[in-house]
């Protein structure tokens, strides 16, 4: 019965799973989608941190209270929020061998 050896050089590159793929390029960097959504989930954080300190909602006082922008803007943010927590939950339930 033949058996593989893992340092052979026909397994020396390691098969990666379909979300690790997704995620990150060959180099290991985020793909466009995770750097939308990691500079949405930055924004949206840094204007709850000012909602929070100041009372300031710097989504509305660029685009209006409310205005059909502003409320695109926080779905964004959101959106990438939920897709940042598919990834992660992902990420983590990938086992290491």
């Given amino acids: 019965m033949a058996t593989i050896n893992p340092s052979s050089p026909s397994r020396a590159t390691e098969r990666r799973s379909t979300v690790e793929r997704r995620t990150h390029d060959v180099k290991g960097s985020l793909t466009t989608m995770g750097w939308i959504a990691l500079t949405?989930?930055?924004?949206?954080?840094?204007?709850?941190?000012?909602?929070?300190?100041?009372?300031?909602?710097?989504?509305?006082?660029?685009?209006?209270?409310?205005?059909?922008?502003?409320?695109?803007v926080y779905v964004l943010v959101g959106l990438a929020a939920l897709y940042s927590i598919f990834t992660a939950?992902?990420?983590s339930s990938k086992k290491t061998v």
């Fill in 89 to 91: 939950s992902r990420l």
């Fill in 40 to 72: 949405l989930l930055i924004a949206g954080g840094i204007n709850w941190g000012l909602v929070g300190l100041f009372q300031f909602d710097l989504v509305a006082a660029l685009f209006g209270d409310m205005s059909a922008l502003a409320r695109i």
